[in-house]
């Protein structure tokens, strides 16, 4: 994104997918999402961004 010439603008991570299950073991939350199961080590499953062309 920034090699094509794009300036990032915000970037968000989280610790869930939407309507995505990768994982088997994976716990259901409310809104069809998933994340890792208790115990497990959370981590990012899903990343936001906005970029704008400079």
Same mark, same amino acid.
């Given at each position: $994104? ?6 990032? @603008? ?21 809104? @069809?999402?998933?994340? $890792? ?15 704008? @062309?400079?």
């Amino acid at each position: $994104m920034i090699q094509a010439g794009l300036t990032l @603008r915000e970037f968000h991570e989280y610790e869930y997918t939407n309507g995505w299950k990768p994982f088997t073991e994976m716990k259901s939350l409310p809104g @069809r999402r998933w994340a $890792m199961p208790d115990g497990k080590p959370s981590m990012p499953l899903m990343y936001g961004l906005v970029a704008q @062309r400079a």
